[in-house]
């Protein structure tokens, strides 16, 4: 099985940081994908920033030159930087991983975390 566990969120005002954190454990081959998405209520999920095995990432518009991904493959962690924060960014941060399991396997898989809440007031 594939777990993933995420940390680091938390309350803060606008204009402050968090980093978030997300390990991945289990049965891996490997990785091929890791990003970060968001929930606000009544708001559908979103992608926030993903990044792909080669190093390549991608940002939602609205967090460009603001949040940072980056991974250590030796831990098989992704982290969010976040910086500048604004109310806006309020919401619930799942982690997804995009794995395949077994050398064999044809397929890949998604998996995601519990969640962590990231709340930041005005």
């Known amino acids: 099985q594939v777990h993933l566990v995420e940390s680091g969120g938390g309350l803060v005002q606008a204009g402050g940081s968090l980093r978030l954190s997300c390990a991945v454990s289990?049965?891996?081959?490997?990785?091929?994908?890791m990003g970060w998405y968001r929930q606000a209520p009544g708001k559908q999920r979103e992608l926030v920033a993903a990044?792909?095995?080669?190093?390549?990432?991608n940002y939602a518009d609205s967090v460009k030159g603001r949040f940072t991904i980056s991974r250590d493959n030796a831990q098989n962690t992704v982290y969010l930087q976040m910086n500048s924060l604004k109310p806006d960014d309020t919401g619930a941060y799942f982690c997804?991983?995009?794995?395949?399991?077994?050398?064999?396997?044809?397929?890949?898989?998604?998996?995601w975390g519990q969640g962590t809440q990231v709340t930041v007031s005005s």
């Open positions: 997804n991983a995009r794995i395949r399991q077994y050398s064999s396997s044809l397929h890949l898989s998604d998996y």
């Open positions: 289990g049965s891996i081959f490997s990785i091929n994908a």
């Open positions: 990044i792909i095995s080669g190093g390549s990432t």
